[in-house]
């Protein structure tokens, strides 16, 4: 049975968690793959090195004093002695990567650099395993084959070519009682340079690893008990969730909760896997179990959670539904440039497009570039949350969005966009920020409060 088990930043963040987290490890039963992200707060500070210009000689220090501080408290004679030469290693690789100018020219400059911190918190989880009287070895998603495909800062797994590469590189440990740690966050790319998955790639490395070496589970220990029918710091009485489906865990993390990375269900999805989310601070927690099919309850909504900083942009187009090629043209224009649409709605004239408060700008752009005299307006409405109601089958629930809109309308605020019919689990809408909370509050005061784990 192997299992992947996947740690993040505060989990990994001192030397208390450090050993809490060794020992999680060394009770799971069975062949383990451990994913860890960096130490809490190393990949923001290395980030603004990068973007602020920082002084490079400082940074290196800081680094370094953060790492040796916590591996001094942590190890001592031989063991010590071994993890610096490990250390140096590496250390040696950061200092080159971050001093040679000629390097900040590559394109990919940023990822290796925002994926420095892993390579450190992954040696430091192996070395307190070896202290433990395990076998366990540090490997780099270079190390281990993990490898990725995409533009800068925003990669993807490549599965396929992962799988190779941890069948050669991972696979012959696990048969010799070996605990691999490998760096999450990132792989590399065809050309051998590290490419990032994104802010909190970490989970979504862990999947695909799970994935590409057909794990039996795939366990995600963060800091908070699993998925909760609301942001315990809106609701007070949120509850957990015990289980979910892949459906309603996809709706939840790309809409808002942010218990995983959005792309994190998705390759546990395509092999079965399941997945759990638990908290490394409470072990003994149940969590949250993520797998295919999940038991039917008679309550309509599950969770309910919002997506801020947002803004819909409407293009006035007279008799747009006539004119497939330019609605294609527009949709094609924003995807060349990444930019996220998480939501559409049109009418007979008129197309809104969904999209975060920071590539409005970016999409005004590209709009403006169309060349087409069809289009009579654009316009932009800010301020604006999307809520997302997850729940077993809410389409086939007679009623449901009408008691919905009601609470909605209960709180004085309007429905500005919707989205219904294209997931059967989840009922998703737009309100304006300034209402937002309330709206949270009181979906889950009428369909959700005063039930138990569920």
């Known amino acids: 049975m192997i299992t992947v088990m996947k740690f993040g930043g505060t989990s990994v963040g001192s030397v208390e968690a450090l050993n809490r987290v060794a020992k999680i490890i060394a009770n799971e039963k069975g062949q383990k793959v451990v994913v860890v992200s960096a130490m809490s707060g190393i990949t923001n500070f290395l980030v603004s090195a ?27 004679g031989e063991l010590l002695k071994e993890f610096m030469e490990e250390f140096e290693v590496r250390f040696k690789d950061f200092q080159d990567l971050l001093l040679d100018k000629e390097r900040k020219k590559d394109p990919f400059y940023g990822d290796n650099v925002s994926s420095q911190g892993e390579r450190f918190s992954s040696l430091l989880l192996a070395y307190v395993l070896k202290s433990m009287g395990l076998k366990s070895v540090a490997l780099t998603s270079e190390m281990a084959g993990v490898y990725a495909t995409g533009k800068p800062l925003s990669g993807s797994c490549d599965l396929k070519k992962t799988a190779m590469g941890l069948n050669v590189n991972v696979r012959l440990l696990l048969d010799d009682d070996v605990i691999p740690v490998i760096t999450g966050f990132y792989g590399i790319n065809e050309e051998g340079k590290p490419l990032t998955f994104g802010r909190g790639g970490s989970d979504y490395a862990a999947s695909a690893i799970g994935n590409a070496i057909d794990a039996d589970n795939i366990q995600i220990w963060t800091d908070v008990n699993g998925f909760m029918s609301a942001d315990p710091r809106l609701v007070k009485n949120a509850v957990t969730l015990n289980e979910m489906n892949f459906s309603e865990a ?31 601070y409470e072990p003994e927690n149940h969590g949250t179990l993520i797998h295919h099919i999940r038991g039917q309850r008679k309550e309509p909504l599950r969770s309910v959670a919002m997506k801020l900083d947002l803004s819909i942009i409407t293009i006035t187009v007279g008799e747009i539904s006539y004119k ?10 924003l995807s060349e440039a990444e930019i996220i649409i998480y939501g559409i709605s049109t009418s007979l004239s008129n197309i809104a497009l969904l999209v975060h408060n920071l590539d409005v700008k970016k999409s005004l752009a ?30 086939n629930r007679c009623g449901f969005c009408g008691d919905v809109f009601g609470a909605v309308k209960a709180v004085g605020a309007s429905v500005e966009m919707i989205s219904e019919g294209a997931s059967e689990v989840a009922l998703n809408f737009v309100v304006s920020t300034d209402y937002a909370t309330e709206v949270v509050k009181t979906i889950h005061e009428k369909f959700v409060n005063g039930r138990d784990a569920i």
Do not use: Q, Y
């Open 50 to 76: 990068v973007e602020e210009d920082k002084d490079l000689e400082e940074v290196i220090k800081k680094f370094r004093c953060k790492h040796l501080k916590v591996a001094e408290e942590l190890f001592s």
């Open 250 to 280: 996809a709706e939840l993390a790309h809409f808002g909760a942010k218990v995983l990375h959005s792309r994190t269900i998705e390759p546990a999805r395509l092999k079965h896997i399941p997945l759990w989310v638990k908290n490394s």
């Open 324 to 333: 497939p090629k330019l609605v294609a043209k527009i949709l094609e224009k």
């Open 366 to 395: 590209l709009l403006h570039m169309l060349d087409s005299i069809d289009i009579e307006k654009i316009t932009v409405r800010s301020n604006m949350t999307l809520i997302c109601a997850v729940g077993d089958g809410l389409l």
